[in-house]
């Protein structure tokens, strides 16, 4: 049961990042807006990206609960997916289809907190941090951990206050953690936001 709930937790940090960049971020499409598959999951998460910038870190809508729109939207998301994989699971794996229902639920409760406590985001997920305010939005897809960000190269660090003490956003002996980061930066390092790409941005503001 313990490997089937591994694996799950594995397999639902690939679908934040899926889920994170084609359905709520969207796919770019030359001379045409974005296309996301579920339309005003992306239009709420566009609006909690402005309000974000605009209130650093801060989203209100996380306090006023299930009578915000966009709240309620991220709730019901996350219901109908484990409502849908928790059942698909089970018979392959009870520890798989376990794992499900805590990923929906620890996700809510991770992405609630970061945006009520900014300071809590910046040393806890601060892959998260980075998503929101970093100069590329469209980076750092994972939420509860960056996995799946560096297997597919999309973890962009903005400052070394903003990097996690290892890829695997867990706390580690240093032996461990010093050997994991050494490891990863020769086969898939992060990548840092460039000065020029922060400057042209301030410019432009």
Same mark, same amino acid.
């Given at each position: ?23 709520? =971020? ?19 998460? $566009?609006? =909690? ?132 980061? $050494? ?8 990548? $840092? ?13």
């Amino acid at each position: 049961m313990l490997k089937g709930f591994i694996a799950g937790l594995v397999i639902a940090n690939g679908f934040e990042w899926v889920a994170h960049k084609y359905i709520l =971020h969207g796919t770019h499409r030359a001379g045409k807006p974005r296309y996301s598959p579920v339309p005003d999951s992306m239009k709420s998460h $566009w609006e =909690h990206h402005r309000e974000v910038r605009k209130t650093d870190f801060h989203d209100h809508g996380y306090v006023e609960g299930f009578s915000n729109w966009r709240t309620k939207n991220e709730i019901i998301s996350l219901a109908v997916v484990a409502g849908v994989f928790a059942p698909l699971f089970y018979p392959v794996s009870k520890g798989m289809s376990l794992s499900v229902l805590y990923a929906a639920g620890n996700y809510y409760y991770i992405h609630r907190r970061a945006h009520l406590e900014p300071e809590w985001a910046m040393k806890k997920i601060p892959w998260h941090y980075d998503h929101h305010m970093n100069s590329n939005q469209d980076a750092n897809w994972c939420v509860t951990k960056p996995w799946f960000d560096y297997i597919l190269g999309t973890r962009v660090i903005s400052s070394p206050e903003l990097q996690e003490l290892n890829p695997l956003g867990i706390t580690l002996p240093k032996a461990l953690s010093d050997g994991l980061n $050494w490891a990863v930066s020769r086969i898939r390092p992060a990548k $840092w936001v460039e000065k020029k790409a922060v400057m042209l941005e301030n410019a432009a503001a």
